[in-house]
Nanobody
């Protein structure tokens, strides 16, 4: 198993940037496809971004593509989500997730483990 802890959330004005981090422990980090999900008030949890075990492949939700960048540092057992040009509709709790199973496309990951979430609030 792996433990996931998110950090970096906070309050930012529209058009600003935030960088989320997810630190993993418990197993070899490079064995997992990693992803970010988010859940806004009154809405279902939705996929945001994913990255392959080596970091060579990524996938994004259409709503964030071109604005968000997912990356990972396996030496530090950490995955990141760089969020630029933030919009009020990006406001949500953001969750880090890990999938043990290799996928044909990382965007179809099915997480086995979840972090506790970190709040991102974008003001207008």
């Amino acid at each position: 198993q792996v433990q996931l802890v998110e950090s970096g959330g906070g309050l930012v004005q529209a058009g600003g940037s935030l960088r989320l981090s997810c630190a993993a422990s418990g197993r070899t980090f490079s064995a997992y496809v990693m992803g970010w999900f988010r859940q806004a008030p009154g809405k279902e949890r939705e996929f945001v971004a994913a990255i392959s075990r080596t970091g060579s492949s990524t996938d994004y939700a259409q709503s964030v593509e071109g604005r968000f960048t997912i990356s990972r540092d396996n030496a530090k057992s950490t995955v990141y989500l760089q969020m630029n040009s933030l919009k009020p509709e990006d406001t949500a709790v953001y969750y880090c997730a890990a999938d043990e199973t290799p996928r044909l496309r990382v965007g179809i990951l099915r997480p086995d483990y979840w972090g506790q979430g970190t709040q991102v609030t974008v003001s207008s």
